[in-house]
Nanobody, 117 residues
Framework: QVQLAEFGGGSVQAGASVRLSCECSRDSFVSYAMAWFRQRSGKEREFVAAINWNGESIYYADSVKGRFTIFRDNEKNIVYLQMNNLQPEDSAVYYC??????????WGQGTQVTVSS
């Protein structure tokens, strides 16, 4: 069973930076495309960023382009989300997702990020 665990959430002021990490329990991580999603209060879960297995293909939601960076370390089985210039509208529970091929996906439990103005 693949398990994902997110770390790094917390409460910050607007303009601050936070780095989230998502650790995968299996070495098969190297073959997974990984993504970050977030769910703001009262909203549906939404896509934030994605990265393919070797980091050569990266995608961002328009709302975070230029502020967030996704990257991965396949030796440590970790994917990161570096979030800069955070704004109150970035407050959400952030989830990582592993796409293992076909219809197989795994989700982490989420980590809360709260940004105050």
């Amino acid at each position: 069973q693949v398990q994902l665990a997110e770390f790094g959430g917390g409460s910050v002021q607007a303009g601050a930076s936070v780095r989230l990490s998502c650790e995968c329990s299996r070495d098969s991580f190297v073959s997974y495309a990984m993504a970050w999603f977030r769910q703001r209060s009262g909203k549906e879960r939404e896509f934030v960023a994605a990265i393919n297995w070797n980091g050569e293909s990266i995608y961002y939601a328009d709302s975070v382009k230029g502020r967030f960076t996704i990257f991965r370390d396949n030796e440590k089985n970790i994917v990161y989300l570096q979030m800069n210039n955070l704004q109150p509208e970035d407050s959400a529970v952030y989830y990582c997702k592993a796409e293992a091929g076909g219809a197989t996906t795994y989700w982490g439990q989420g980590t809360q990020v709260t940004v105050s103005s």
